[in-house]
Nanobody, 118 residues
Framework: QVQLVESGGGLVQPGGSLRLSCSAS????????MAWYRQAPGNQRELAAT???????HYADSTKGRFTISRDNAKNTVYLQMDSLKPEDTAVYYC????????????WGQGTQVTVSS
């Protein structure tokens, strides 16, 4: 059993910042890729950012330059620092982790709501 617990969502004004966290616990040997996805109402889930175990990052064009993904391998935790937030960033944000040495190959968080509004 693997659990991902997210925190840090909320309501913020345009131009503001939020930091999301997602920590994994359970039975696995290692976490490979970590990522954040988001899903706005009526839209498909889309990738926001990814980070490899070695620290290489990739961002969607819509988040590049404003969001920063990072990870702490010792704590099995991934972070998403979101700056200069826009109303179009409003969505439910889900963390994703690729697993090694587990009955599961991947795990997802439960989702955390981010609302950008004045």
């Amino acid at each position: 059993q693997v659990q991902l617990v997210e925190s840090g969502g909320g309501l913020v004004q345009p131009g503001g910042s939020l930091r999301l966290s997602c920590s994994a616990s359970g039975s696995f040997s290692a976490i490979t890729t970590m990522a954040w996805y988001r899903q706005a109402p009526g839209n498909q889930r889309e990738l926001a950012a990814t980070i490899t175990r070695g620290g290489s990052t990739h961002y969607a064009d819509s988040t590049k330059g404003r969001f920063t993904i990072s990870r702490d391998n010792a704590k099995n935790t991934v972070y998403l620092q979101m700056d200069s937030l826009k109303p179009e960033d409003t969505a439910v944000y889900y963390c994703y982790m690729g697993l090694f040495g587990s009955r599961l190959s991947e795990a997802w968080g439960q989702g955390t709501q981010v609302t950008v509004s004045s």
